[in-house]
């Protein structure tokens, strides 16, 4: 039973225990999706505002303070905005299409642990899960594209077909080594296995070989999630708006939930699987007082990957489908498989890893990461200041 | 005067043909489109006239197999304003504006090859002062042109940011235009015999900033962000090749010919306002990653030229500080008209080769005939060779790098 169960039998004494575990299962599962229908609001806004800070203007401005309710207020719009139905469709798969997304996204929500108790479900195939949740997800998009009857959607939805079967496998294929190295499927147990701070987290055993393994890993999610370099199926400047080309309103607005919900699980589960999930990268910084500090440390180390997802979103062009399949099945595939095949031999040979070499990498990475990334943008605003002197002159 | 065609000679039509009945012309009688000459796998894909990225309003018909385009025909005519005809009905200073609205991507080289064939005509030689401001719009107005054409084609390929980092520039230049004549797009402003507002106060200084800013910042920028990006590369450096025998049989121009490696240029060749006494180099495609011709490249040379363009004005804006400032539009009386004869004059606009026929029948104020040659005319001649066998996404960037306006092609 789950802390919130326990919590609940001390509240309620003397109630049947049915009330409980269905109170219990339906907290948490309120607070999951309202924290996911709303998180895309911040994302969104999030979006734009990097966007405008690459594109060297401001964004949202106008909607409340800094433009922070312009996306509540795109939200709105949305909700009111009427739903065309063309006539020619199918209405039921049309309608079912976008439910069907909607729910392959927040069904992964049920096994991300967000502490050692906040979980809704502890599965013990959770790698499993929610491998096969996410790709549930194509299903909507493919019935989307068929029930318009658009020849643009169906390009869409034959385009998504091809690019999340083909990304799949080797986004499976470097999970594989993670499941081999800790022996165990459940992603409770994954976290479990990094403790001991930022060096003991999987990105850095056997290391480099599991940095690859992220990087293939990340790639591949980038794909499933069709954000850019990887928007083919709806590529719009191609296809228009790809498979949802003829949703409008509420509709519309349950595909781009979806997009954005896709894109904090595969961030959260790649967290989880590679960067020590709710652990902190100092054991100290793990507890604030009573308060487990476990939520917030996954949702930073997911939103820094959101983040890299949308720096990249708005840096690179967009590849063409035969340069998709290419990079799928010639170059992340077989990485895949090498490191699969090789940190299986090394699981056998040395359980626990290079030792102090894994140690002692952790640390200087990551702190070079940030740093190169804090002197990127001093200097980008150190230049915006100048420009804008410069202007002003 | 007219460009020599090589390649086969179309077949002569058989039966009666008029010019409602022209074999081919009608899509039910095209071979390989009716309905039952399409294989079963095979899809007709109607792409335009409202689309995102078929640069206006350009209808295209695919014939696709799966993602591959089996052929491709593309329709233009939406945007027919009958420039011509209409120009018939205007004296001769009030079809500058109609030819602003021909390529409004590039207004100023549109009224600039039509005020300096009708000088031609009535065999006026404008003053330096004039040719050198002339010379400093057509190649800002090259620049901003430009900015467009790359910056799109970067949006095609599905690059986002460069886009809008060019567009803030061609907002300074436009700001410099809007300064100059108070228009941002249609601006009216190179007339018969002249142009229609001296420079301002202070603009000389104004463009010297906006060339520092984007000879130092925007142009390596893009070239670093966009040019030299390895998926932007790998997506246009082997699509849409155009061999130079092929180019000059289709009669591209401009930029379009220059990326298959040809030195073609007006102002080079055939210098007009004085382009001969300014220092610039003929850009031209290198086929540094594919084959040349390619669609990197003409885009390459559009990058190129943006530098180019820019060192031009920069000297043009050296020799004006020079001048004295003279009298910019008293050069021909209020009621231009010019004996009878007939006049050819082609200058190099950004996109190409524009060229302004014109006959004057000597009794009205009215021209008797205008003729535009339109550089993206015969640009999108040359699109269905080139579409077939390309993927859908392609097709996207082969348009992109013909950088066609639909307001020229149809006038």
């Known amino acids: ?23 219990a299962g ?42 922070l309710l312009q996306t509540l207020a795109d939200a709105v719009k949305l909700l009111f905005k009427e739903a065309i139905f063309p006539k020619s ?57 068929w029930a318009s009857n658009n020849k643009y959607a169906l390009f869409g939805a034959m385009r998504s077909a091809a690019q999340i079967v083909s990304y799949e496998i080797p986004a499976v294929m470097s999970l594989l080594a993670v499941v081999t190295i800790v022996g165990s499927l459940s992603l409770q147990d994954i976290v479990a296995f990094q403790k001991g701070g930022l060096p003991h987290w999987l990105l850095f055993r056997y290391f480099p070989l599991n940095v690859i393994g992220f990087l293939v890993f990340f790639t591949a999610s980038l794909a499933e999630c069709n954000r850019a370099p990887f928007d083919i199926p709806e590529a719009e400047s191609e296809l228009v708006a790809g498979f949802h080309t003829e949703y409008s309103g509420f509709f519309f607005a349950m595909f781009f939930m979806a997009e954005y919900t896709e894109m904090i699980v595969v961030s959260a589960v790649a967290s989880v699987l590679f960067l020590g999930g709710w652990l902190a990268p100092l054991p100290a910084l793990q507890q604030l007082g009573p308060i487990g500090l476990g939520p917030v440390w996954l949702l930073a180390k997911a939103w820094f990957l959101v983040f890299v997802q949308m720096w990249l979103r708005w840096t690179l062009p967009r590849l063409r489908v035969d340069q998709l399949m290419h990079v799928a099945w010639k170059v992340l595939l077989p990485i895949a498989m090498t490191l699969a095949v090789v940190i299986g031999g090394l699981v056998l040979w040395l359980p626990h890893g290079f030792g102090l070499w894994d140690r002692i990498w952790g640390w200087p990475l990551t702190l070079g990461i940030f740093a190169y990334l804090a002197y990127g943008i001093v200097r980008a605003v150190q230049w915006s200041r100048h420009r804008i002197q410069e202007l002003a002159a | 005067m007219s460009s020599s065609h090589a390649g086969p ?39 335009g006239p409202q689309h995102p990225s078929t640069q206006g309003v350009l209808r295209i018909e695919l014939r696709t197999d799966g993602e591959v385009v089996r052929a491709a025909r593309p329709h233009i005519g939406y945007l027919h304003r009958c420039f011509e005809k209409h120009s018939e009905n205007v004296d001769y200073p009030g079809v500058v504006p109609y030819t602003d609205r021909m390529d409004y991507v590039a207004s100023m080289g549109n009224s600039l090859g039509y005020a300096l064939a009708v000088e031609k005509l009535m065999g006026i030689e404008v003053s330096p002062y004039v040719q050198a401001i002339r010379v400093v719009m057509a190649e800002l107005q090259r620049i901003a042109s430009h900015t467009i054409a790359v910056g799109t084609y970067g949006m095609d390929i599905g690059a986002f940011t460069p886009f809008l980092h ?53 142009h390596p920028e893009l070239m670093d962000l966009l040019i030299g990006n390895k998926i932007f590369i790998k997506r246009t450096a082997e699509v849409g090749i155009v061999a130079p025998e092929l180019g000059i049989a289709y009669d591209l121009t401009g930029p379009n010919l220059r990326g298959s490696g040809l030195t073609f240029d007006l102002r080079k060749d055939e210098p007009y306002c004085g382009y001969q ?24 040379a559009r990058a190129l030229e943006m530098a180019e363009s820019a060192r031009i004005v920069s000297q043009a804006l050296d020799a004006l500080e020079k001048m004295e400032r003279a009298d910019v539009h008293e050069k021909v009386p209020k009621r231009v008209k010019p004996s009878k004869g007939e006049v050819y004059f082609r200058s190099e606009a950004p996109r190409g080769q524009l060229g302004y026929y014109i006959v004057a029948d000597g009794t009205g104020v009215n021209p ?30 082969l348009i992109g790098s013909l950088d066609v306006v639909l307001g020229e092609i149809d006038r």
């Open chain 1, 1 to 23: 039973m789950t802390a919130i169960g326990q919590l609940l039998h001390g509240l309620l004494p003397g109630q049947p225990d049915w009330l409980v575990v269905a109170l």
């Open chain 1, 26 to 67: 339906l907290i948490p599962a309120v607070l999951l999706v309202t924290f996911m229908a709303l998180g895309p609001l911040l994302y969104v806004y999030a979006e734009t505002k990097i966007a405008g800070f690459m594109q060297d203007r401001i964004g949202p401005k106008r909607v409340g303070p800094h433009g």
């Open chain 1, 89 to 145: 469709a199918d209405k039921l798969l049309f309608v079912f299409a976008p439910c069907l997304v909607v729910l392959g996204a927040f069904l992964s929500f049920v096994v991300i642990p967000f502490g050692s108790r906040a979980q809704t479900a502890d599965l013990n195939v959770g790698v499993f899960y929610v491998v096969a949740v996410s790709s549930l997800s194509t299903v909507g998009l493919i019935m989307a594209g």
């Open chain 2, 9 to 47: 000679a179309p077949e002569a039509p058989k039966g009666p043909v008029s010019n409602y009945n022209v074999p081919g012309l009608r899509s039910e009688e095209a071979p390989g489109w009716r309905a039952d000459q399409i294989d079963v796998d095979e899809m007709i894909l109607n792409m």
């Open chain 2, 166 to 218: 060019l567009l803030r520039d061609r907002e300074k230049i436009l700001d410099l235009f809007e300064w100059t004549c108070g228009a941002r797009l249609l601006y009216n402003y190179n007339w018969v015999g002249g142009v229609s507002h001296d420079l301002p106060e202070g603009f000389i200084r104004a463009a010297r900033q906006f060339l520092r800013e984007f000879e130092a910042i925007t």
């Open chain 2, 277 to 300: 006494n300014y220092d610039f180099k003929v850009c031209v495609g290198e086929g540094q990653f594919g084959p040349l011709g390619s669609c990197f490249d003409r885009n390459w």
């Open chain 2, 368 to 397: 008797y005939r205008v003729k535009v040659k339109s550089p993206c005319f015969t640009a999108m001649s040359i699109f269905h060779v080139l579409a077939r066998g390309l993927y859908i996404a392609d097709i996207i960037a």
